[in-house]
């Protein structure tokens, strides 16, 4: 049985769940589009703070129910220096406002409703309290950043990559 490489163990007599396989291994079967996302998530990230960049990863990630992206995501921020704290805080943000910066807040907001599209446009006044927090370029920066990770999300969860692998960076 695969396992993950969390270095907990289950409680006595118990025993963790097989790991899925995966469906598809789209960036071998597809190498060109692998790269071309490579290129993208590369010029996205220019100029974002790491924090920032990663606590949208992160929380793209999870409204999308993309568990490779969670771990990875999960993994820099935490190689990065960001807090467990924080992290575990993410996906209830909005009820712990107190651990996030405003601009970070402003990227949250951002990041729920372009990655929730079905639920209508991304409303004016996110947008704007975005604007507010980020300069044009860098607000186009996080909008990128935002568009890739749901790319990501989707190639993960389609293809239904295992989490517990990833090593931090290991795709930097």
């Not at 025993?15 to 692998?34: M, S, T």
Request: with cysteine; aromatic share 8%; hydrophobic share 40%.
């Amino acid at each position: 049985m695969t396992t993950h490489t969390d270095t907990t163990t289950p409680p006595a007599g118990a025993e963790y769940a097989p790991e899925r396989p995966a469906r598809l291994e789209w960036a071998k079967h597809a190498p060109e589009v692998y790269k071309a996302m490579v290129r993208l998530e590369s010029a996205a990230r220019k100029g974002l703070d790491p924090t920032l960049y990663e606590l949208v990863k992160i929380r793209a990630s999870q409204i999308n129910h993309c568990a490779f992206c969670i771990d990875m995501h999960t993994k820099d921020a935490l190689a990065a220096g960001e807090s467990l704290e924080r992290i575990v805080q993410l996906s209830a943000w909005d009820e712990s406002r107190h651990f996030y910066t405003e601009k970070e807040i402003a990227a949250l907001e951002l990041t729920e409703a372009v990655t929730v599209l079905t639920d209508g446009f991304v409303p004016d006044e996110v947008y704007d309290n975005a604007a507010k927090h980020f300069e044009e370029g860098e607000l186009a920066q996080v909008i990128a950043a935002i568009t890739a990770i749901n790319a990501w999300n989707r190639f993960g969860v389609t293809c239904r990559m295992a989490p517990g692998h990833y090593e931090p960076g290991q795709y930097k």
